[in-house]
């Protein structure tokens, strides 16, 4: 069928660009829908087959980043192919009974046949999908991003379940402060969040009294859902062209030579695993925005250079996402006084005593302020003429000095 859109993603991006949401989550949902649109029938063979699914993670404040209307966006693109979809209120048993039972297709692939086990998962709050700290299930969803060809759970009383040709997609949603509530020691930084990428946004994007007045035609729609079709049609190996594969080789040595040097893409040690998965993560991405634009099959240099921008910018923002996550004393306090501080720029003491008093006092104020000092995130302004002391973020004032 011949596709009504020049770029399905671009589309998405401006149908959903009525909505609160910041426009990076209805990006990465976009994303999301392309990949569960593709289940495992296109692949990148390096050696062993890389399929389009992705375990994309939105972050932010509960109530003002508008996580849940972005995720509704696209799961209704989404069903609209009648494709398998994970509901977030399950229990571990009975996703691995759907999976077994309600989610397995053949498709031609070429002349060969073959089994696959896809769908996606759309969860608005990850906690009620992951559970509290269910290191078993983590370790389940570990294993199910590598879309292993069989995978097998022994249980005690029903023998052994079989899932062929799995290829399991999330898209789910989290404010920071669940996170530490949500992961396991094992899981942080390694494991599950390594597999993940976390967009991250500390508000709405837009103000929207009335969306109505800004909705988009419902022609757009059609068009989105006519070519989303498309996509899912689309079976075979996906190769690099001769411009994309020279601009992934040069990243892919420096990005190695950079790490061996100890310059990770993100410095925080939490990231290890993740930079060490950085080179899957992109050829993932890399195939949705094939994907996105054509039937080619191939990734081409355009392709490569637009997932590298929209992962950089992810990663960015990713250290946000650990930054409650510690043993270090006082580490809450010290993320939320520094989210704070940063929303609004400059504060005063006093400020911060009324926003924060149920969990910071005098002393543990002292304590983080120096914290946030050392790491040079904030420059104090003290005491004058009887003025409160202020805060202020240094990012800020370097601005303002015209310095980097």
């Keep these: 069928m011949k596709r009504k859109l020049d770029d399905w993603l671009t589309s998405y991006e401006e149908y959903t660009s009525y909505s609160e949401a910041p426009a990076s989550y209805h990006t990465w949902t976009g994303i999301s829908c392309i990949a569960g649109a593709l289940q495992r029938k296109v692949y990148i063979k390096w050696p062993r087959p890389i399929y389009p699914n992705n375990f994309i993670i ?34 571990p048993e009975s996703i691995i009974q759907q999976l077994a039972e309600d989610c397995a297709i053949t498709f031609n692939d070429g002349d ?3 089994v696959q086990t896809t769908a996606t998962a759309f969860t608005p709050e990850l906690a009620t999908f992951t559970g509290n700290r269910n290191g078993k299930f983590l370790v389940y969803l570990t294993d199910w991003y590598d879309c292993a060809d069989s995978w097998e759970r022994r249980t005690k009383h029903q023998g052994i379940d079989t899932i062929r040709g799995l290829c399991f997609n999330l898209l789910g949603a989290t404010a ?27 508000d709405k994007g837009k103000i929207v009294a009335d969306p109505n007045l800004l909705r988009p035609s419902p022609a757009l729609k059609e068009d989105l859902l006519f070519d989303l ?65 054509g039937d080619s099959l ?21 250290p946000n996402v650990f930054a409650r996550v510690g043993t270090a004393a006082y580490v809450q306090q010290t993320a939320d006084i520094l989210a704070y501080i940063t929303q609004n720029k400059k504060v005063t003491k006093a400020d911060i005593m009324n926003r924060f008093y149920r969990s910071v006092d005098g002393t543990t104020l002292e ?11 904030i420059r104090v302004i003290l005491d004058i003429e009887g003025e ?13 000095l015209g310095t980097s």
Aim: net charge negative.
């Design 176 to 202: 920071p402060d669940w996170i530490p509530y949500i992961l396991t020691e094992e899981a942080t930084g390694g494991g599950f969040t390594s597999r993940c990428i976390f967009i991250v946004e500390e």
């Design 388 to 400: 409160d002391t202020r805060y202020e973020y240094i990012e800020d004032i370097s601005a303002s």
């Design 298 to 318: 191939e990734i081409s240099g355009a392709d490569w250079e637009r997932g590298l921008n929209l992962l950089t910018a992810a990663e960015n923002k990713m």
């Design 229 to 293: 079709e498309c996509i899912n049609m689309l079976t075979g190996e996906l190769k690099f062209d001769e411009e994309a594969y020279e601009l992934y080789t040069a990243w892919y040595i420096e990005t190695m030579e950079s790490d061996q040097r100890g310059d990770w893409a993100i410095p925080d040690p939490l990231f290890r695993g993740y930079c060490a998965r950085r080179a899957t993560h992109i050829k993932k991405l890399c195939i949705a925005l094939s994907a996105s634009r």
């Design 112 to 114: 060969r046949t073959k």
């Design 58 to 91: 939105l972050v932010g404040p509960s109530g003002h980043a508008r996580k849940n209307d972005a995720i509704q966006e696209g799961k209704v693109m989404l069903k609209s192919l009648t494709m398998p979809i994970i509901s977030d209120d399950n229990s």
């Design 367 to 377: 304590v983080v302020i120096k914290v946030l000092v050392d790491m040079k995130k």
